[in-house]
């Protein structure tokens, strides 16, 4: 008999090959979590070589700067969340980057404010100042970037809770994790084009006699994020809308994709009734304060508090970490070389992302049992870094392969935390979710910073023996027992709040 399925009719769509527009908004996702990390580590590149000989910075300074991100950061984590599901993600993921954007520029005008404070007439009287002059240099400078870095840390706070909601209205629970972990290597690849690029850059201006050098790199890198808003403004849309509104659908996703798409929602003997019912639980938002009645809440909040603030030490110290004990500059062949071997290794965790979803073929075992086997899996490596000071002693690369292998553990551990709650949180509430893990993980992220410039100085000043290490090595190898046991406590502490896989319903 003659097929006569017309074209274009519903029957011919559903049998069309689908497309692949989720891995389109998945790429935007990744390039925005780049920009993001590459506005963060402008600072740490460039601080120690660049700026402090300006503003004759000490560690504590240095830290206090981002201790002060990380608990702006972590505040507003609590807030983004929310902004981000009531905004929703097109509009607020553009509020995000936006003011991102502009908080990163805002660093190049830190030294013209510090000058013109204080009556100077050029850097070179900075540079120049000593005793109490210096000080005040320090005192008011300091005061200048945090000032710039809350900005940072308030429009970096959407990233994550914009970026996690768009997974979960474009991917299927058991892709998620892989998705995730995709767009979250952008954190580890604008790590890894960092030191490649932000001190060349500061360098070339400086030679140029731009300012120093560091105030374009702030403002070349800034400025990426305006570009990335034009490509979210033209091609983002969510995949379809909810059937019951009348809403225009996405035309760059066919019924095929969305099928796909939306394969978690249906399962073929559900009645409309059971149907409509999914859809209104999963657009029904869970007030505020009731998410800390969860369990799960708190596990996705320990989880994060206590390994975030691992891999933000380790974004935030390793080039001052090559400078101080081994002696390499920032801008040297062989600093540049060992921190982009290091960020290289973390792009291992694309993998991690994937582990999951192997987990859960072969096994069938439910997304939570098998997100928590592969997080306690990824928990086991940084122990590694309980050997990597000592390692040190015998070469300098001991220490950045294991902590390139750490950090590969953390951003892998990080995909599936960000996925476990897509699986039990309804839609509407997830952004939310993200963003009080956000904040847990940003108060971990201030105690280590905060505490790690102090120890550095004091170490420094008091020439401080522990465990066979002296001076500035013996407090890293400090941090690095605490980063090294971080994720097994972390895990421990998810699993005993939440046991067993429970998704949580909204009546």
Same mark, same amino acid.
């Not at 069309?16 to 740490?44: E, G, P």
């Not at 950061?73 to 009531?86: C, E, K, P, T």
């Given at each position: 008999m003659e097929n006569t399925t017309?074209?274009?009719?519903?029957? $011919?769509?559903?049998?069309?090959?689908?497309?692949?527009?989720?891995?389109?908004?998945?790429?935007?996702?990744?390039? $925005?979590?780049?920009?993001?990390? +590459?506005?963060?580590?402008?600072?740490?590149?460039?601080?120690?070589?660049? @700026?402090?000989?300006?503003?004759?910075?000490?560690?504590?300074?240095?830290?206090?700067?981002?201790?002060?991100?990380? @608990?702006?950061? $972590?505040?507003?984590?609590?807030? #983004?969340?929310?902004?981000?599901?009531? +905004?929703?993600?097109?509009?607020?993921?553009?509020?995000?980057?936006?003011?991102?954007?502009?908080?990163?520029?805002?660093?190049?005008?830190?030294?013209? $404010?510090?000058?013109?404070?204080?009556?100077?007439?050029?850097? #070179?009287? +900075?540079?120049? #100042?000593?005793g109490a002059v210096a000080s005040t240099i320090a005192i008011t400078s300091v005061y200048y970037f945090i000032a710039a870095r809350i900005v940072l840390g308030i429009g970096e706070a959407g990233n994550f809770p914009a970026a996690i909601k768009v997974t979960a209205e474009y991917f299927p629970k058991k892709d998620r994790a892989f998705s995730t972990s995709i767009f979250n290597a952008g954190s580890t690849v604008g790590a890894l084009i960092a030191p490649l690029s932000i001190p060349p850059l500061a360098r070339f201006f400086k030679d140029l006699g731009v300012g120093n050098g560091w105030e374009m790199a702030f403002i070349v890198i800034g400025g990426l994020g305006f570009i990335w808003m034009g490509f979210w403004m033209l091609y983002y849309k969510k995949p379809a809308e909810n059937p019951r509104v009348n809403a225009a659908e996405n035309p760059r996703v066919n019924a095929a994709e969305l099928a796909y798409i939306e394969q978690d929602n249906h399962t073929p003997d559900e009645t409309t009734r059971d149907k409509a019912e999914k859809e209104d639980s999963d657009s029904a938002s869970i007030p505020f304060l009731k998410c800390f009645l969860y369990p799960q809440t708190w596990a996705v909040f320990f989880g994060k508090f206590m390994t975030d603030g691992v891999w933000w030490f380790f974004l935030f110290w390793i080039p001052a970490y090559i400078s101080d004990v081994y002696g390499f500059s920032s801008d040297t062949h062989t600093a540049q070389m060992l921190i982009f071997v290091l960020y290289a290794l973390t792009m291992l965790s694309i993998y991690g992302g994937k582990l999951p979803t192997i987990i859960m073929e072969r096994t069938g075992k439910n997304p939570y049992s098998a997100r928590m086997q592969a997080m306690f899996i990824f928990a086991l490596f940084p122990l590694l870094a309980l050997f990597a000071q000592p390692l040190g002693e015998h070469s300098y690369w001991w220490p950045v392969i294991i902590i390139g292998l750490a950090g590969a553990a953390h951003q892998s551990w990080s995909a599936n935390i960000y996925s476990v709650v897509g699986d039990m949180f309804p839609k509407s509430t997830i952004a939310t979710i993200i963003g009080i893990g956000g904040m847990a993980g940003g108060i971990g992220s201030f105690l280590i910073n905060f505490f790690s410039g102090r120890l550095f100085d004091y170490a420094a000043e008091t020439n401080m023996q522990f465990m066979g290490f002296e001076g500035k090595a013996s407090g890293y190898f400090i941090i690095f027992c605490i980063c090294g046991v971080a994720y097994l406590v972390g895990w421990l502490i998810m699993k005993a709040l939440v046991p067993k896989y429970k998704i949580i319903k909204v009546d």
């Open positions: 017309t074209i274009g009719s519903p029957a $011919a769509q559903s049998q069309a090959k689908a497309t692949n527009f989720r891995w389109f908004i998945c790429a935007l996702l990744f390039f $925005a979590t780049t920009v993001n990390y +590459m506005d963060r580590q402008v600072l740490s590149l460039t601080w120690k070589d660049f @700026i402090a000989p300006e503003f004759h910075w000490t560690d504590t300074n240095y830290a206090n700067i981002t201790a002060i991100f990380s @608990i702006v950061y $972590a505040v507003a984590n609590l807030f #983004a969340g929310r902004f981000i599901d009531w +905004m929703g993600t097109k509009k607020g993921y553009l509020w995000a980057i936006f003011i991102w954007s502009a908080g990163a520029c805002l660093h190049a005008l830190c030294g013209w $404010a510090t000058e013109h404070t204080l009556g100077l007439h050029d850097a #070179a009287q +900075m540079v120049s #100042a000593t």
